[in-house]
Structure formats: C-alpha cells, structure tokens
C-alpha cells in the first residue's frame, strides 16, 4: 500500500506518523522547487516522502509527513517560501493544468487509506492544520479558501466555484476569481493568486498516460470512470499527442480507498481498441 511506504521513510526519523500535508505549487521550475524542498525539511522530525514536478504542466508537488506541530511548522515553510519565489505573472496562458494560484492547493490528510467513518478524530485536527496555515497565509496577504467539512464543502465543488477549471481555455482571463467569500486575506486577489487549503482522507494521485486516442475519447473514458468508481478524475493533452487522464485515488466517509488496478481496468475497458496505455 503507497502510505505504507511513507511510513516506513518517516519512521527512520523516529516519528510517530499520523498526519499527511500534500502541496501543490505551480511551477516546475527545478531550482525553486529546490528552494522549497530545503525550506521544509529544515524544519526537525519532519520527513518529505515525495516530491514531483510535470514541466508539461507546469506544476509541481510535495509530501511532507510528521506529527501535526512539524507538519503545520513546515508547511506554513514551504508555502511562505512558494509564495515568494513563483511568479505567475511569468506562467503560461491559458494554464497547462488547472490552476487558481501560486500555492495552488493544500491538503491535510490522515495517513490512512480507511474511509473518513473511520477517523473523524484525525480528519478533524487535519482541518485545524488547514485553519491555522489558512489564517497564516491570510496575514500574510494570501488569499485563502477553505474546503473540508467544516465549512460544509468538498475540494472539487470548491474549485467548480473558482476560475481553477476555466484557466485551461483559450478565451478564459488570465485573472484569478471566485464566487465564493474568502475565508482568509484580502477581498482583491493579487497577480499570486489564491490558495485552496483544506482537509481530507488520503489520495493518490494515479495518472495514466495514454497514446492512440483522442481527447474526446479519453474524456468518455474518464466520465465512465467517474460514474462506475466516483473517482474524481481528468483527461488533459500531456506530453507529444499523449492524453493524461489524471485519478485521484480517495476514499469516501463509508468506502476505503480504490486500487490503482481496479481504476486502470476500468479505464482500459473504455478507451477504444486503438489506444494503448504507455505509463500508469
């Protein structure tokens, strides 16, 4: 199981793992990421268990895994860090991949795989980690958005209320907006844009890169997805005339989390004959 490796890393700092912070920063610029990697792992009894970066997207990721006071301390780090360094002015439009800020996502999550039934003890001091780096930012002059349940709204229908989804399209403007009040920061979003910070059970991200079909038809695949499993999941154009439909891997309040095998069967079973998978 993918946390179990986590947790096998994080244990040879002598930690007690219980707690999972994943941030999405929009760049893919190797030596920011750097910077931002070497910000965070100053802080002690924290682990960063894995790091990634997609330049045909431009946008990166990192995991950080320790006890609740160091994963907070590290990162309200990473994002000041983030912050300071990634110009979106200079990025790319319209976005290679969603975006609706600099820092643009952050999630608190048990580190579990069991459905939220299971851990509403943890699921809840994730969601004050999401508050406090929420209300830090905030201070600092970042636009924020909270999603999770205390605030009675999931990431995803946080996001359909932002320009996160139409920052992909030709004629979409490059400025950031939302429909909702924000919860922390000031009303006028600046060029950094806002974060979406919140709480939630453990996801994967599982991306399978597939070659010999079309946008239309790898959408198709992914809606039939998303119908039979309730993975939330999107196919973009990636790298060459490859489609990358991207899943996140989640577990529900009552269903633990679905198997990468399990969704690429899925998958393959609607894609047309002539598509192949080259990576997943």
Do not use: W
Request: hydrophobic share 40%.
């Amino acid at each position: 199981v993918l946390h179990s490796y986590f947790i096998s890393r994080a244990l040879r700092f002598g930690m007690s793992v219980l707690y999972c912070a994943a941030i999405y920063v929009s760049t893919a610029a190797r030596e920011l990421m750097k910077a931002i990697e070497a910000r965070a792992s100053r802080v002690p009894r924290l682990a960063i268990v894995d790091n990634f970066s997609d330049p045909s997207y431009a946008r990166s990721s990192l995991k950080l895994v320790g006890d609740h006071k160091a994963l907070l301390e590290a990162a309200c780090a990473a994002a000041f860090e983030a912050l300071a360094r990634v110009n979106l002015d200079e990025a790319p439009h319209p976005a290679p991949h969603p975006r609706v800020g600099a820092v643009d996502m952050v999630a608190f999550m048990p580190l579990s795989e069991s459905s939220g039934s299971t851990l509403s003890e943890e699921l809840a001091t994730c969601e004050d980690l999401a508050t406090a780096l929420g209300r830090s930012l905030g201070d600092a002059g970042n636009p924020v958005l909270l999603y999770g349940p205390r605030v009675g709204r999931s990431l995803l229908e946080t996001r359909q209320r932002t320009s996160f989804f139409q920052s992909v399209r030709a004629d979409s403007s490059p400025k950031i907006s939302t429909r909702l009040p924000l919860d922390f920061g000031p009303s006028d979003i600046p060029s950094s844009g806002l974060s979406v910070i919140g709480a939630m059970t453990y996801v994967t991200n599982y991306n399978i890169q597939v070659e010999g079909a079309s946008l239309a038809e790898c959408r198709d695949a992914a809606a039939s997805l998303r119908r039979e499993m309730q993975v939330q999941v999107m196919a973009l154009p990636h790298e060459g005339d490859s489609i990358e439909i991207g899943c996140n891997l989640q577990a529900t309040h009552l269903r633990d989390s679905p198997s990468p095998d399990e969704v690429l069967s899925v998958v393959r079973q609607h894609l047309p004959e002539s598509a192949s998978v080259s990576r997943a």
